[in-house]
């Protein structure tokens, strides 16, 4: 017959769901309201597949959720700032917003022929004036609030784009786009105070229990709480220094009896001092300063020192001095700028000492080692053990030893302080937000010589970015524009200057899912409609935004609380992150790599060969990987929707693997979900043939049981974010229907036209438009997308069934399945009602009925 035309019938339902404003949701909809959102694109141009899958997942829970009868909330919007736009800017000669808006004007349309279950009236843009606008003033209130602060701080600088990189920009010490060697530069920055938030932050994750363990780890690690020991050094006596003691921060205090030196940061204020006077050390610092600040390249750089000349008291071993070192892998921004060395026991150290002739002296043994023999080489010994080589703490485990020493150095003191104090300490740094960028959320505040750095007031925001900019400079061309900087303070009117940074990113990303509950509201939000939908039920993205992006959010979420906007203080309730895209590689003779729309596979056998499309060269087959330009080993959602349909592109996202795994992308899935679709046109067209009729027979009752069997796994399924085993369990339900109308068996139309109809009600979240179809043929009416979930009867959920023959006189002349078990009274209650028991009585009233329970009923008449 007829082949279902997905070409045909997905833009026409996509149409009539748009004008029936379908997805559509209203605030003041009295119905349980739930949230799912989707990480919101980038516009970049064109949607890829990592897009399709993120999206279909979304769209299943929003579909299910709705046919649950709850008012779904499901928008879209674009993080649309950032730096390819100003990129693209220079390269073609526009201006980064009609880049972004064409962009975002081509993926909408993309989006669009997915068939998400989208309410498009709540779109936002994070680049336009309607939303940076409330981004302005939560920055004003947050200043107030005490959230905000300038600071000076070394950030990583790229000599060539002239712009401040973020660590993750920064790539094997080079800038991630000019390829320059990135230097530190102090620059005047603005900072959003999260560390005020560390220790809520992480202790929060706790109830952050439909979160990936994976994730609240990774957030965990970031926040880096550790206890330790402030404890000072009394430095000994020197010309060069009216300094007294050094204080530094340790977490294994333990160790302190391996002491070897004491390690002062670059930036430390002693160093500083001691540089001015000492022209060898300034250049050691000069040259500390030439790398990035990236705790990656610091880790990786070789470890360098410079002995200052200064000695310190050894703080346990009376009479003992220890030598002063300038380091670079000490951060000044992390504890106090200074540690005590104990190579014995930590890898950079020992890799110091190695270098510059360190005493090692262990002082943790490990279980099972004689304390005579044991040595460390080159490799620190980090892990558990006894005290030794200790004095007063011999014997004691790290945990003990650490307290006991807590306790020397509280009651001692150096130069008029206690010696030691017990500090926790957080590695989460403030969040800087400052770019030295056009095409970002402007930083509402006014630098007035007179009156200092005052917010720009609330009536004029907001503060709009230039149409006017030329990227022919590079730097930040708002600073380049001949006007838009100069203004008078709003305070006393003289002449001033605005800030020329704009906000980073991932600020524009760390409120829009609270925007998306009043998109157009005139305040950033309206508390009572946000606190309604807050915390999004589900959110879904990629773990590549597990620790800053979600981080970001639920700081963001506690300054928009503290500042009155929302009420709550986490933003996402349910987090899930999925798998990626990943495709096979090929590559040509030539090395070069290979499009698979160039490549033909071909097997012989169990060996796999490709040639190429038009040469026919032989092409290597290589390994799977995310689909990647770099690699060409990516396919274009455009392309697969216009041959197979949004449908089958979905299905198979959703089909093939675990959600949180990655899918590899292959043509025989693709044409697998393809022909999985004809199968379920032809057997709804097939049902429909049967006609209506009633039928309660053993068969009916088998069809009935797999389709609520269905319906009930699917829901579990899809709120369990299985998608895979839903789909599973409709491919079973699809083999069961299949197969009950292969066998011809009378009597099943009602229970088939059942379950068909329930099949089309299971695949709709998956598969939108070929449910809308068969909906139709089914002649139902309305939409598929609005009828409610499908009911399931608990009775036929019972798993152990049995099937037992019925004999008449001695004749088996029907079957009837029950539950195992069934009492017989009941069975002989079911088999009299049987169509086909009373036919073959016709019309005699049995003399006895004899029911051996589970195994067969004999009728005598
Ligand atoms: C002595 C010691 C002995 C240390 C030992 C470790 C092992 P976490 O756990 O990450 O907080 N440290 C302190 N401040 C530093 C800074 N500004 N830059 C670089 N390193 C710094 O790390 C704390 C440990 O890192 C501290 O404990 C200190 O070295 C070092 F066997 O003190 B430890
Ligand atoms: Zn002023």
Same mark, same amino acid.
Request: hydrophobic fraction near 40%.
């Given at each position: 017959?007829?082949?279902?035309?997905?070409?045909?019938?997905?833009?026409?339902?996509?149409?009539?769901?748009?004008?029936?404003?379908?997805?559509?949701?209203?605030?003041?909809?009295? @119905?349980?309201?739930?949230?799912?959102?989707?990480?919101?694109?980038?516009?970049?141009?064109?949607?890829?597949?990592?897009?399709?899958? $993120?999206?279909?997942?979304?769209?299943?829970?929003?579909?299910?959720?709705?046919?649950?009868?709850?008012?779904?909330?499901?928008?879209?919007?674009?993080?649309?700032?950032?730096?390819?736009?100003?990129?693209?800017?220079?390269?073609?000669?526009?201006?980064?917003?009609?880049?972004?808006?064409?962009?975002?004007?081509?993926?909408?349309?993309?989006?669009?022929?997915?068939?998400?279950?989208?309410?498009?009236?709540?779109?936002?843009?994070?680049?336009?004036?309607?939303?940076?606008?409330?981004?302005?003033?939560?920055?004003?209130?947050?200043?107030?609030?005490?959230?905000?602060?300038?600071?000076?701080?070394?950030?990583?600088?790229?000599?060539?784009?002239?712009?401040?990189?973020?660590?993750?920009?920064?790539?094997?010490?080079?800038?991630?786009?000019?390829?320059?060697?990135?230097?530190?530069?102090?620059?005047?920055?603005?900072?959003?105070?999260?560390? +005020?938030?560390?220790?809520?932050?992480?202790?929060?994750?706790?109830?952050?229990?439909?979160?990936?363990?994976?994730?609240?780890?990774? !957030?965990? $690690?970031?926040?880096?709480?550790?206890?330790?020991?402030?404890?000072?050094?009394?430095?000994?006596?020197?010309?060069?220094?009216?300094?007294?003691?050094?204080?530094?921060?340790?977490?294994?205090?333990?160790?302190?009896?391996?002491?070897?030196?004491?390690?002062?940061?670059?930036?430390?204020?002693?160093?500083?001092?001691?540089?001015?006077?000492?022209?060898?050390?300034?250049?050691?610092?000069?040259?500390?300063?030439?790398?990035?600040?990236?705790?990656?390249?610091?880790?990786?750089?070789?470890?360098?020192?410079? +002995?200052?000349?200064?000695?310190?008291?050894?703080?346990? &071993?009376?009479?003992?001095?220890?030598?002063?070192?300038?380091?670079?892998?000490?951060?000044?921004?992390?504890?106090?700028?200074?540690?005590?060395?104990?190579?014995?026991?930590?890898?950079?150290?020992?890799?110091?000492?190695?270098?510059?002739?360190?005493?090692?002296?262990?002082?943790?043994?490990?279980?099972?080692?004689?304390?005579?023999?044991?040595?460390?080489?080159?490799?620190?010994?980090?892990?558990?053990?006894?005290?030794?080589?200790?004095?007063?703490?011999?014997?004691?485990?790290?945990?003990?030893?650490? @307290? !006991?020493?807590?306790?020397?150095?509280?009651?001692?003191?150096?130069? /008029?302080?206690?010696?030691?104090?017990?500090?926790? +300490?957080?590695?989460?740094?403030?969040?800087? &937000?400052?770019? !030295?960028?056009?095409?970002?959320?402007?930083?509402?505040?006014?630098?007035?010589?007179?009156?200092?750095?005052?917010?720009?007031?609330?009536?004029?925001?907001?503060?709009?970015?230039?149409?006017?900019?030329?990227?022919?400079?590079?730097?930040?061309?708002?600073?380049?524009?001949?006007?838009?900087?100069?203004?008078?303070?709003?305070?006393?009117?003289?002449?001033?200057?605005?800030?020329?940074?704009?906000?980073?990113?991932?600020?524009?990303?760390?409120?829009?899912?609270?925007?998306?509950?009043?998109?157009?509201?005139?305040?950033?939000?309206?508390?009572?409609?946000? /606190?309604?939908?807050?915390?999004?039920?589900?959110?879904?993205?990629?773990?590549?935004?597990?620790?800053?992006?979600?981080?970001?959010?639920?700081?963001?979420?506690?300054?928009?609380?503290?500042?009155?906007?929302?009420?709550?203080?986490?933003?996402?309730?349910?987090?899930?992150?999925?798998?990626?895209?990943?495709?096979?590689?090929?590559?040509?003779?030539?090395?070069?790599?290979?499009?698979?729309?160039?490549?033909?596979?071909?097997?012989?056998?169990?060996?796999?060969?490709?040639?190429?499309?038009?040469?026919?060269?032989?092409?290597?087959?290589?390994?799977?990987?995310?689909?990647?330009?770099?690699?060409?080993?990516?396919?274009?959602?455009?392309?697969?929707?216009?041959?197979?349909?949004?449908?089958?592109?979905?299905?198979?996202?959703?089909?093939?693997?675990?959600?949180?795994?990655?899918?590899?992308?292959?043509?025989?899935?693709?044409?697998?979900?393809?022909?999985?679709? !004809?199968?379920?046109?032809?057997?709804?067209?097939?049902?429909?043939?049967?006609?209506?009729?009633?039928?309660?027979?053993?068969?009916?009752?088998?069809?009935?049981?797999?389709?609520?069997?269905?319906?009930?796994?699917?829901?579990?399924?899809?709120?369990?974010?299985?998608?895979?085993?839903?789909?599973?369990?409709?491919?079973?339900?699809?083999?069961?229907?299949?197969?009950?109308?292969?066998?011809?068996?009378?009597?099943?139309?009602?229970?088939?036209?059942?379950?068909?109809?329930?099949?089309?009600?299971?695949?709709?979240?998956?598969?939108?438009?070929?449910?809308?179809?068969?909906?139709?043929?089914?002649?139902?009416?309305?939409?598929?997308?609005?009828?409610?979930?499908?009911?399931?009867?608990?009775?036929?959920?019972?798993?152990?069934?049995?099937?037992?023959?019925?004999?008449?006189?001695?004749?088996?002349?029907?079957?009837?399945?029950?539950?195992?078990?069934?009492?017989?009274?009941?069975?002989?209650?079911?088999?009299?009602?049987?169509?086909?028991?009373?036919?073959?009585?016709?019309? @005699?009233?049995?003399?006895?009925?004899?029911?051996?329970?589970?195994?067969?009923? /004999?009728?005598?008449?």
């Amino acid at each position: 017959g007829e082949r279902y035309n997905p070409r045909e019938s997905e833009p026409k339902w996509q149409k009539i769901w748009d004008e029936r404003q379908s997805f559509v949701t209203a605030n003041d909809d009295p @119905r349980e309201p739930y949230y799912v959102l989707e990480m919101f694109p980038y516009p970049s141009g064109r949607i890829h597949m990592g897009h399709v899958r $993120n999206y279909a997942m979304g769209d299943v829970v929003a579909r299910y959720h709705r046919a649950k009868g709850k008012n779904v909330l499901h928008p879209m919007g674009w993080d649309a700032f950032g730096l390819p736009a100003e990129n693209a800017a220079i390269e073609r000669k526009t201006h980064p917003g009609t880049w972004t808006y064409s962009n975002i004007e081509a993926m909408k349309k993309q989006l669009k022929s997915m068939g998400l279950s989208i309410d498009w009236t709540r779109e936002i843009a994070t680049c336009s004036p309607d939303y940076y606008r409330h981004q302005q003033a939560m920055f004003i209130d947050m200043l107030e609030a005490g959230l905000v602060t300038r600071k000076s701080s070394k950030v990583n600088w790229d000599p060539v784009d002239m712009t401040v990189l973020a660590n993750e920009q920064v790539i094997d010490g080079k800038g991630w786009r000019s390829g320059a060697p990135v230097e530190q530069r102090e620059l005047t920055q603005w900072f959003f105070k999260i560390s +005020n938030f560390a220790e809520d932050l992480l202790e929060a994750l706790d109830g952050l229990t439909e979160w990936p363990e994976k994730v609240r780890t990774m !957030q965990r $690690n970031w926040i880096g709480r550790s206890e330790g020991l402030r404890l000072l050094f009394e430095l000994v006596p020197s010309e060069n220094t009216e300094t007294a003691s050094i204080e530094v921060f340790t977490t294994r205090p333990d160790t302190i009896f391996g002491a070897s030196f004491v390690g002062l940061s670059p930036d430390h204020p002693l160093t500083t001092e001691l540089a001015e006077a000492n022209s060898a050390l300034a250049a050691f610092v000069a040259e500390c300063h030439s790398h990035g600040t990236a705790t990656e390249t610091l880790e990786k750089a070789e470890k360098q020192g410079f +002995n200052t000349g200064l000695r310190v008291k050894h703080p346990v &071993i009376e009479g003992e001095t220890l030598p002063v070192y300038v380091a670079n892998f000490i951060l000044m921004d992390y504890g106090t700028g200074a540690i005590f060395g104990c190579p014995a026991h930590d890898q950079r150290d020992l890799d110091l000492a190695r270098k510059y002739g360190l005493s090692v002296k262990p002082v943790v043994l490990p279980a099972g080692e004689d304390p005579a023999s044991f040595v460390v080489g080159t490799e620190a010994y980090t892990d558990a053990g006894t005290i030794f080589n200790s004095g007063f703490l011999d014997g004691l485990s790290i945990d003990e030893a650490k @307290r !006991q020493i807590a306790d020397y150095f509280a009651v001692r003191a150096v130069d /008029n302080r206690s010696q030691g104090k017990v500090e926790v +300490n957080y590695r989460l740094r403030d969040w800087g &937000i400052s770019r !030295q960028r056009y095409w970002g959320c402007p930083i509402p505040v006014i630098h007035c010589e007179v009156c200092g750095t005052i917010p720009v007031p609330k009536k004029d925001l907001p503060v709009v970015l230039p149409e006017d900019v030329s990227f022919d400079k590079p730097g930040n061309a708002l600073d380049h524009h001949p006007t838009w900087k100069h203004v008078n303070c709003p305070q006393c009117g003289a002449p001033a200057r605005r800030e020329t940074d704009t906000m980073d990113t991932f600020v524009d990303s760390s409120w829009y899912f609270a925007r998306f509950t009043a998109p157009q509201a005139e305040t950033p939000t309206i508390p009572g409609v946000a /606190n309604r939908w807050l915390p999004v039920d589900q959110y879904i993205g990629g773990v590549e935004h597990a620790i800053l992006h979600l981080l970001y959010s639920r700081f963001f979420t506690r300054a928009m609380k503290a500042t009155g906007h929302v009420g709550m203080d986490e933003p996402f309730k349910g987090l899930f992150t999925q798998g990626m895209v990943t495709h096979e590689t090929y590559k040509g003779e030539d090395g070069a790599w290979v499009p698979p729309t160039d490549v033909v596979l071909e097997s012989t056998g169990d060996a796999r060969t490709a040639r190429h499309i038009s040469t026919g060269a032989p092409i290597q087959i290589g390994s799977v990987e995310k689909m990647s330009k770099s690699k060409k080993n990516v396919v274009d959602p455009d392309e697969i929707v216009g041959s197979y349909g949004a449908d089958t592109a979905r299905w198979f996202m959703l089909s093939d693997s675990p959600p949180e795994r990655d899918v590899q992308w292959t043509e025989a899935g693709v044409e697998g979900a393809s022909r999985f679709q !004809q199968r379920v046109w032809r057997l709804v067209h097939d049902v429909v043939a049967l006609g209506e009729g009633s039928g309660d027979s053993a068969d009916a009752l088998a069809v009935r049981r797999a389709t609520h069997r269905a319906a009930d796994g699917v829901a579990r399924d899809i709120e369990g974010l299985r998608f895979n085993r839903a789909v599973a369990q409709i491919y079973e339900l699809t083999n069961a229907l299949a197969k009950a109308r292969d066998a011809g068996a009378a009597d099943i139309s009602s229970a088939m036209r059942e379950g068909v109809r329930t099949l089309i009600q299971l695949i709709s979240p998956m598969m939108p438009h070929l449910a809308e179809t068969c909906w139709q043929v089914l002649g139902e009416t309305g939409l598929v997308a609005d009828a409610p979930w499908p009911e399931v009867d608990p009775a036929l959920l019972v798993d152990d069934e049995v099937t037992m023959p019925i004999q008449i006189n001695g004749k088996r002349r029907a079957e009837i399945a029950v539950a195992k078990g069934m009492v017989p009274a009941e069975v002989e209650g079911r088999v009299m009602a049987l169509d086909a028991v009373q036919k073959a009585l016709e019309g @005699r009233t049995p003399k006895k009925i004899v029911v051996v329970p589970d195994r067969i009923v /004999n009728i005598v008449v």
